[in-house]
């Protein structure tokens, strides 16, 4: 570990800096200034981190299914063993939910790229993916045991919405 002394200036810059502690540089008119990161910082960039990564998984996934079932319901549904057969109604039913969940993963992806709207896409994706994970589990009860990839998805479900409540709730703490 080495330690550098900094000679007195504005900023309160004649602190002891440890390069152990991750150091960034900053410019200013007295010069180059070596800072460090306390722990809070650390953990908010390592939370923030975390979030980009979620909602881009969620965000993909959730696009991904939203097209599918949108544009292409029978090849979508036939994936996991569903015949939809030509029922108008069904068809209309599975658009609608499509469009919807399109809506939401495109909103997700949003907030993967812009920190503005972190927050908001981290709630929706939480929304979204326990609503249809616990709504699942109602079935389950309700119906019976569904196909092996069924459960899958359900154990997706459940997990991205977890994992993105988890976030959640660390970015409402740190506010």
Same mark, same amino acid.
């Given at each position: 570990?080495?330690?550098?002394?900094?000679?007195?200036?504005?900023?309160?810059?004649?602190?002891?800096?440890?390069?152990?502690?991750?150091?960034?540089?900053?410019?200013?008119?007295?010069?180059?200034?070596?800072?460090?990161?306390? @722990?809070?910082?650390?953990?908010?960039?390592?939370?923030?981190?975390?979030?980009?990564?979620?909602?881009?998984?969620?965000?993909?996934?959730?696009?991904?299914?939203?097209?599918?079932?949108?544009?292409?319901?029978?090849?979508?549904?036939?994936?996991?063993?569903?015949?939809?057969?030509?029922?108008?109604?069904?068809?209309?039913?599975?658009?609608?939910?499509?469009?919807?969940?399109?809506?939401?993963?495109?909103?997700?992806?949003?907030?993967?790229?812009?920190?503005?709207?972190?927050?908001?896409?981290?709630?929706?994706?939480?929304?979204?993916?326990?609503?249809?994970?616990?709504?699942?589990?109602?079935?389950?009860?309700?119906?019976?045991?569904?196909?092996?990839?069924?459960?899958?998805?359900?154990?997706?479900?459940?997990?991205?919405?977890?994992?993105?409540?988890?976030?959640? @709730?660390?970015?409402?703490?740190?506010?």
């Amino acid at each position: 570990m080495i330690d550098v002394s900094l000679p007195k200036c504005p900023a309160r810059l004649d602190e002891r800096i440890s390069f152990e502690d991750k150091p960034t540089l900053f410019g200013s008119p007295y010069g180059v200034f070596v800072t460090h990161q306390t @722990q809070s910082e650390k953990q908010k960039m390592k939370t923030q981190t975390l979030t980009k990564i979620a909602l881009a998984v969620s965000g993909v996934i959730a696009t991904g299914v939203g097209v599918g079932v949108l544009f292409a319901p029978h090849a979508f549904h036939a994936t996991a063993g569903i015949m939809l057969g030509e029922d108008i109604n069904l068809l209309n039913e599975m658009r609608s939910s499509g469009g919807m969940v399109l809506v939401s993963g495109l909103f997700i992806l949003l907030g993967a790229i812009r920190a503005k709207v972190a927050f908001s896409a981290l709630v929706v994706s939480s929304v979204l993916y326990l609503s249809y994970g616990l709504s699942r589990l109602v079935s389950l009860a309700a119906d019976g045991i569904p196909s092996g990839s069924m459960l899958q998805i359900l154990v997706l479900e459940l997990v991205i919405g977890g994992i993105c409540a988890i976030l959640l @709730q660390r970015e409402r703490a740190s506010r």
